[in-house]
């Protein structure tokens, strides 16, 4: 039985409860077809290659998985409440600093390659394919995708702390994902460039005048140190993790490069920023924050930052400094979004179908 299924139709009463409990707190000053509707009212623009500059008038739709959409970063988007949207994304601060014509963000929480062209069965609700928002017409396409690929993220983050103990100073967890002296966690990290490459594929035929920019992964792990109070993970296992991201993010920037797409390197601007950083971090940890982040998902000033990276990479300038596009989709209210968390907490990433 598919692992990943499991746990989401484990977890699909108690969201059904939570969703219920929220109605009073919901906003919806915006009719929750308003992104929708941005298809249906914009009209045709120019379209141009990849390779050359973005039109005045962009139309921008953006992909992708919970990296993308910003679980738990305020405030959560109910179109649908099951793919922990943020309307501060680095999509939302993109569109913005570009000044675009239409918006839309269709990234989901969870999502894997396959999420792309099937849709995505949620706790509540289903997230329709999302390759299925691209227009012709289209002019900017953003991807985030790959980690949730045979439960790369996943299982590094449920996994890794529950067999600390077993050797805290060792790699209890590198040993455990080593199969027959296979390291079957860098293998699927290197196998992820196929799928992403077929993804950005399709973009291409669904939207062939679309420039495409494929953002890797902000950096998890510090290069050295621990700082387990965040990440529990044995101290041998932080040095095997950061490489796995590593070859994650080389596959995706390879898959990018071999597909007429642009890469933007998040990594590398974020060195100093990682989980361990204190204050300058711009990942959480393992700690949900109501307000803030899912355990090992972006804050909004990361989400800022790889809006400003992607910006500089398409146009080759700083992105000037924007609130957030306002998409018009209905919201929970801080104190809807609270409650949720509290209904929430102690369950471990991997059930809530975050990887």
């Given at each position: ?86 309307t ?26 396959a ?23 289209t002019?900017l396409v ?43 966690k ?42 387990v ?49 204190g ?9 949900l ?67």
């Open positions: 039985m598919n692992t990943r299924a499991t746990l989401l139709r484990r977890t699909a009463v108690t969201l059904a409860a939570v969703v219920v409990a929220m109605v009073p707190s919901v906003n919806y000053s915006a009719s929750p077809s308003a992104v929708a509707d941005q298809h249906r009212n914009a009209t045709t623009a120019p379209a141009v290659a990849a390779t050359q500059p973005l039109p005045a008038r962009i139309d921008y739709v953006a992909l992708g998985d919970s990296f993308t959409a910003g679980p738990f970063s305020p405030l959560q988007r109910t179109d649908p409440l099951g793919c922990f949207r943020s501060r994304n680095y999509p939302a601060f993109l569109a913005s600093a570009l000044g675009v014509r239409t918006y839309v963000d269709v990234s989901c929480s969870a999502a894997e390659t999420d792309m062209t099937s849709p995505q069965t949620l706790p509540i609700g289903t997230n329709p394919a999302q390759l299925d928002s691209l227009r012709r017409t002019d953003t991807l985030g995708i790959g980690g949730n690929d045979f439960g790369l993220f996943g299982d590094l983050t449920s996994r890794c702390p529950e067999v600390r103990e077993s050797d805290p100073t060792g790699s209890p967890c590198k040993q455990e994902f080593t199969v027959d002296g296979v390291d079957t860098m293998r699927d990290a290197a196998a992820i460039e196929g799928r992403v490459a077929a993804v950005i594929a399709k973009i291409h035929k669904r939207s062939p005048n679309a420039t495409v920019a494929v953002v890797g992964y902000l950096r998890l792990l510090p290069p050295t140190g621990t700082c109070d965040e990440v529990p993970f044995a101290d041998g296992d932080y040095a095997w993790a950061d490489a796995v991201e590593r070859r994650l993010n080389a596959s995706i920037r390879n898959a990018a490069e071999s597909s007429d797409a642009s890469y933007v390197n998040t990594f590398g601007v974020s060195k100093g920023h990682d989980v361990c950083a204050e300058r971090a711009w990942v959480n940890g393992q700690t924050k109501p307000l803030e982040a899912f355990p090992y998902h972006p804050f909004a000033v990361g989400m800022q930052a790889v809006a400003a990276k992607t910006h500089r990479t398409l146009t080759g300038d700083p992105a000037r400094a924007a609130n957030p596009y306002d998409s018009g989709a209905a919201t929970l209210t801080k104190a809807g979004q609270r409650q949720l968390a509290t209904l929430i907490t102690g369950r471990a990433p991997a059930r809530l179908g975050f990887r």
